[in-house]
């Protein structure tokens, strides 16, 4: 069963702070999967749902997998709209999660029918609606955005990009001791006199951090998002293991670099010529041309053998519109 | 000159400012006289001469513009009058000094900054009006570090948003050759060196030409191809006597800087043109390598338009052959090993001398070279970003309490080290 790692609603928290879908800010190791949590996990998810978007027929649901068909999305309407009224009626979260009987179902088709917004506040339906205290039936949630594409789009080129660094940012919340750190830990690095951080580095996933004394940390050198996010989690668990209260907040990619070979030479000369406002083209300062792409704002590196290396995003996805932009550019290079 | 001055050596009225060893001097054009030198010591005759002028007689222009910005226009024009520019790019370099000192960014920099932006304008200057000055030259005379230049010139340009065009390769041959002290005979260079320099600079332009097309320049330092190209087109026209001169002894001769991928180029260079040598079919027959080549670099410039195409043309389909040729070599290859090439395996077409043994000229140099290491596929990774984490994982990086203080002692005595003062 996989969750998602929303905040943990605890029961005397009936007014969650509102948190945006996209951004999971759980305490890494906090959660622990037994019986009762998984309602209260599928409740609060439900929940911040609702709140985020009044009608839900806009609601991205496309992260969940393909076996919610129709009558389940139905089924999650009624679910969250059930939770709407006890929410209302301040009752115990952990008490029941209601399941609809199938004339709910059926209620509630025909009244999202009819009607094109809030199907949900329907009053009336949610009276007759008899909550069955089942068990929840469990619904494999995806993340709510996959990280990373099943099949990267490679359009008219054929070439992917390869993702060689990313960049990340974490706050631990907490003040440090970098002293104490650099003692206590193995694998850090501490020079006051040179930086005013610690740099840790651990095996897998092959990574560097920078921890600094206010809390906030960079973490740099990971391949792919999921595992600069693995990395940061394991560096905070040091943290936390040498005695500091760190948690696991606003994790963040900073900067995503990739590279790929197009496998022509190209003139750099004519480029520069051809694409001035955008270009940058020094050979006595540097064998490459610097490309400032504005759409999507990624800067590009293009070297006479036709390596590029692109950087500058903050998606996985701008690499990859970045380069699908250039390549006919370049191509445009390919003959003398 | 301005300022009705006289020489006292001489009397002449011809006085020019110099600004020598960072300091103002007004010197005699004529004799050579220094008629005043900074402003410590005046004598009665040289307040006459002093350029301060008193507040009234003053337009109160410089007192907008700050001390520093005041000493840096100075300098822009100081440099301008040293590289002997035109009158005209002054007046732009200034403007552009100007019009940079407006940005807070530059205003509030070091002063080492400052002092690297006057060559900044001075350089953006001489590239609009296509002077060949490269950065080699202005960073020499600041005293500047190429890294420092490098930051202030593309944040100027695009602070200021300016589009500064590439350097003019022709007229930095012209320029570059002419500087080559070889036109005449003198003590340190033999009657046998002396070359024309109409003759050597044709030359040397067409081989400039030939390496651009066969993609020796892009991406390259201009310079050293440039001094590869010179030393070629000097030995060609005389390569019975002056082979056995070296590129270090030709510049040498010729008072000039080797810069050091000159070298390199140079053997980039004689590579292109055996590779054209071998599609004339009077070359062919005789087999040339490095050194016999150089004698007919005349007749190889002559026809390159037609070889540097022909050879563009043939290249064109190599490519393909070469990656089937790889492919071929790499899958049987990898079961049997290289030692059974010659038994001729079927898939495995190797050119026997049919075709040239190396691959297309088509190529840059940094293409041609085998990879220095193999790139490794990246491996599939799995990894959601959400696992657990061991702790037996993070305990692997914790000090254990023995070893804390024994990590402990060791930097105690680490600091009593370093802090015990010398023996007497």
């Known amino acids: 069963?996989?969750?998602?790692?929303?905040?943990?609603?605890?029961?005397?928290?009936?007014?969650?702070?509102?948190?945006?879908?996209?951004?999971?800010?759980?305490?890494?190791?906090?959660?622990?999967?037994?019986?009762?949590?998984?309602?209260?996990?599928?409740?609060?998810?439900l929940e911040e749902v609702t709140e985020t978007s009044g009608n839900f027929s806009s609601?991205?649901?496309?992260?969940?997998?393909?076996?919610?068909?129709?009558?389940?999305?139905?089924?999650?309407?009624?679910?969250s709209k059930h939770e709407t009224e006890e929410n209302c009626k301040t009752k115990s979260w952990q008490s029941r999660l209601p399941l609809p009987s199938q004339?709910?179902?059926?209620?509630?088709?025909?009244?999202?029918?009819?009607?094109?917004?809030?199907?949900?506040?329907?009053?009336?339906?949610?009276?007759?609606?008899?909550?069955?205290?089942?068990?929840?039936?469990?619904?494999?949630?995806?993340?709510?955005?996959?990280?990373?594409?099943?099949?990267?789009?490679?359009?008219?080129?054929?070439?992917?990009?390869?993702?060689?660094?990313?960049?990340?940012?974490v706050n631990l919340a907490c003040k440090l001791d970098l002293k104490k750190i650099a003692l206590h830990a193995k694998n850090a690095e501490y020079n006051p006199k040179r930086f005013a951080a610690v740099i840790m580095r651990i095996r897998e996933p092959r990574t560097t951090a920078l921890i600094f004394s206010s809390g906030k940390m960079v973490c740099t050198g990971a391949r792919s998002e999921e595992q600069s996010r693995l990395?940061?989690?394991?560096?905070?668990?040091?943290?936390?293991?040498?005695?500091?209260?760190?948690?696991?907040?606003?994790?963040?990619?900073?900067?995503?670099?990739?590279?790929?070979?197009?496998?022509?030479?190209i003139r750099l000369e004519g480029l520069v010529l051809s694409h001035q406002q955008f270009s940058s083209y020094e050979p006595e300062l540097f064998p490459g041309l610097i490309y400032r792409m504005v759409k999507p704002r990624i800067v590009l590196l293009i070297f006479v053998s036709g390596k590029v290396v692109l950087t500058g995003a903050k998606e996985r996805s701008e690499i990859y519109e970045a380069f699908e932009n250039i390549y006919p550019i370049l191509k445009g290079f390919k003959k003398t | 000159m301005p300022g009705g001055g006289r020489c006292p050596d001489c009397g002449s009225t011809e006085l020019v400012e110099d600004s020598h060893y960072s300091q103002n001097q007004l010197v005699c054009s004529d004799c050579g006289c220094v008629v005043t030198e900074g402003v410590l010591t005046t004598t009665f005759t040289d307040e006459g001469n002093l350029r301060e002028v008193t507040y009234s007689r003053s337009t109160g222009k410089n007192e907008q513009v700050s001390r520093s910005q005041q000493r840096g226009l100075c300098r822009v024009r100081d440099l301008c009058r040293v590289l002997q520019l035109p009158p005209t790019f002054e007046d732009t370099a200034v403007a552009y000094y100007q019009q940079a000192?407006?940005?807070?960014?530059?205003?509030?920099?070091?002063?080492?900054?400052?002092?690297?932006?006057?060559?900044?304008?001075?350089?953006?200057?001489?590239?609009?009006?296509?002077?060949?000055?490269?950065?080699?030259?202005?960073?020499?005379?600041?005293?500047?570090?190429?890294?420092?230049?490098?930051?202030?010139?593309?944040q100027m340009v695009k602070v200021l948003g300016l589009d500064v065009p590439s350097l003019c390769l022709v007229d930095l041959v012209k320029t570059y050759c002419s500087s080559f002290k070889l036109f005449e005979a003198s003590p340190s260079v033999p009657a046998k060196y002396v070359e024309d320099k109409e003759k050597m600079l044709s030359r040397t332009l067409q081989l400039v030409e030939l390496a651009d097309e066969t993609w020796l320049v892009t991406?390259?330092?201009?310079?050293?191809?440039?001094?590869?190209?010179?030393?070629?087109?000097?030995?060609?026209?005389?390569?019975?006597?002056?082979?056995?001169?070296?590129?270090?002894?030709?510049?040498?001769?010729?008072?000039?800087?080797?810069?050091?991928?000159?070298?390199s180029r140079l053997q980039e260079l004689l590579a292109v043109l055996l590779r054209l040598a071998g599609q004339l079919a009077w070359l062919q027959v005789l087999k040339l390598d490095k050194r016999s080549v150089v004698a007919h670099v005349g007749d190889l410039l002559q026809h390159r338009h037609m070889l540097v195409r022909k050879a563009l043309r043939d290249g064109t389909a190599e490519p393909d052959a070469l990656d089937a040729r790889e492919k071929g070599l790499q899958g049987p290859g990898q079961g049997q090993g290289w030692g059974k090439e010659d038994r001729g395996d079927g898939s495995v077409d190797l050119p026997a001398g049919k075709r040239p043994a190396s691959p297309t000229l088509l190529l840059p140099p940094c293409m041609l070279k085998p990879p220095k290491r193999i790139c490794p596929t990246p491996p599939v990774c799995t990894v959601t970003g959400d696992e657990d984490i061991s702790d037996s994982e993070i305990e692997q990086y914790l000090r254990s309490p023995q070893e804390v203080r024994d990590f402990q002692r060791a930097q105690a005595a680490r600091q009593a080290a370093t802090s015990v003062p010398n023996p007497p």
């Open chain 1, 59 to 79: 609601v991205d649901l496309s992260f969940l997998p393909d076996e919610l068909t129709q009558e389940n999305k139905e089924q999650t309407v009624i679910r």
């Open chain 1, 1 to 45: 069963m996989l969750f998602l790692h929303f905040k943990i609603y605890f029961p005397d928290d009936l007014a969650p702070p509102r948190s945006p879908l996209l951004s999971p800010i759980v305490p890494y190791d906090v959660y622990i999967p037994n019986s009762s949590n998984p309602e209260t996990m599928f409740n609060s998810q």
């Open chain 2, 101 to 154: 000192y407006q940005h807070s960014g530059i205003r509030a920099a070091r002063l080492q900054k400052k002092e690297v932006l006057v060559g900044c304008c001075v350089l953006i200057t001489c590239r609009q009006r296509n002077w060949p000055l490269t950065m080699g030259t202005i960073c020499t005379l600041l005293y500047a570090d190429l890294d420092v230049f490098s930051g202030t010139y593309l």
């Open chain 1, 103 to 169: 004339q709910d179902v059926d209620l509630a088709l025909n009244s999202s029918g009819g009607s094109n917004s809030h199907p949900h506040l329907h009053p009336g339906d949610a009276d007759s609606a008899q909550p069955s205290p089942e068990k929840p039936h469990s619904l494999p949630l995806a993340s709510i955005t996959p990280m990373t594409p099943v099949t990267p789009v490679s359009g008219c080129s054929g070439i992917v990009p390869q993702l060689q660094n990313i960049v990340s940012t």
């Open chain 1, 231 to 265: 990395a940061a989690r394991k560096y905070a668990r040091v943290v936390q293991k040498l005695g500091f209260p760190a948690r696991f907040l606003d994790f963040k990619i900073q900067n995503m670099v990739g590279s790929c070979d197009v496998r022509f030479p």
């Open chain 2, 219 to 263: 991406g390259r330092h201009p310079l050293p191809v440039i001094t590869a190209a010179t030393f070629l087109a000097w030995q060609s026209l005389r390569p019975s006597d002056r082979l056995t001169c070296s590129l270090a002894r030709f510049c040498k001769l010729a008072s000039v800087d080797l810069p050091y991928p000159a070298s």
